[in-house]
């Protein structure tokens, strides 16, 4: 196996959990599972290893590159059926305004979607600036408004 | 108001808290299917692979598809490679077809 091989096999395998995370918590169509989306994840993840130049953390890359791939799938399967959060039987989903939460957060537009679940994920604002493109104070506003107007959503439900 | 703050806790706790299911040996052969299939940098269309089949049809698959493209003598249309882990059928497609593109590909050879 060479050098390039097994540096991305290590990257994977430290950042499997949370590639995973991320394939998981979006709704794609029912034709697809999260090992279809992990796979895919794993390709585009693998086609952009070589041009990884480290400027950002392995782990900020592999977000941003995972959260692409879904954000793509996402639109290419919207006009297909969708799982919805309360058919699944993962114990992620235990509670109607569990259900609803969740739901709002993926039925946000793009880049503020991808502010919450990098947020959740534990990410700094530096780092979600760097994910996003975003300046920091960007992030920051965005994130705020954002979570007030689902906040404001899940307690008019 | 305190039920949001704790979902939105919650939720993170849970998406921090994921597991990966796949033990060592499964991820090592999804990393290799990948690694043999693409060239880093490629920039084509993305490989899909979907898994279509439960286990029941697993063993005919093997033995179908096989037989089936041999006696089309061609190119077995946009599927690549074919997978069996004991659970499912997975079919490789290598144009960026759909789940649903990849499944007509696939009937169109063994028809």
Redesign the interface.
């Known amino acids: 196996m060479e050098l390039d091989e097994r540096t991305f096999k290590e990257l994977i395998h430290r950042h499997r959990d949370m590639i995973w995370s991320i394939c998981k918590s979006y709704r794609l169509s029912e034709a697809w599972t999260t090992e279809d989306a992990f796979h895919e994840v794993l390709c585009d993840l693998w086609r952009g290893f070589g041009s990884f130049d480290k400027r950002s953390s392995e782990r900020t890359w592999i977000f941003r590159v995972a959260t692409n791939t879904m954000v793509s799938l996402t639109r290419k399967t919207s006009n297909q059926p969708t799982i919805q959060a309360t058919e699944y039987q993962e114990p992620w989903y235990n509670g109607e305004n569990y259900h609803d939460l969740v739901d709002m957060i993926n039925a946000t537009a793009e880049p503020d979607r991808t502010i919450i679940k990098a947020h959740v994920q534990g990410f700094s604002y530096a780092e979600i600036a760097k994910i996003t493109g975003l300046t920091i104070g960007a992030v920051s506003m965005r994130l705020t408004r954002v979570l007030r107007k689902i906040r404001k959503q899940y307690n008019q439900k | ?1 305190q ?2 703050e704790q ?2 806790k ?3 706790e ?3 808290n ?5 033990s ?1 040996a499964e ?2 052969r ?2 290799r ?3 043999w ?2 060239t ?3 920039n084509t269309k ?6 279509l089949w439960p286990a029941a049809a697993a063993i005919a698959a093997a033995i179908i598809i096989p037989a089936a493209i041999l006696t089309k003598g061609g190119t077995p249309g946009e599927i690549a490679t074919i997978d069996i882990d004991g659970e499912h059928v997975y079919f490789a497609c290598n144009s960026g077809c ?3 593109g990849t499944l007509q590909n696939f009937k169109s050879i063994i028809q």
Request: proline share 11%; with cysteine; charged share 30%.
């Open positions: 108001m039920d949001f979902h939105l919650a939720y993170s849970e998406v921090k994921t597991r990966c299911p796949y060592d991820l090592d999804e990393i299917s990948v690694i299939n693409i880093p940098n490629e993305t490989p899909s692979r979907h898994r759909t789940p649903e």
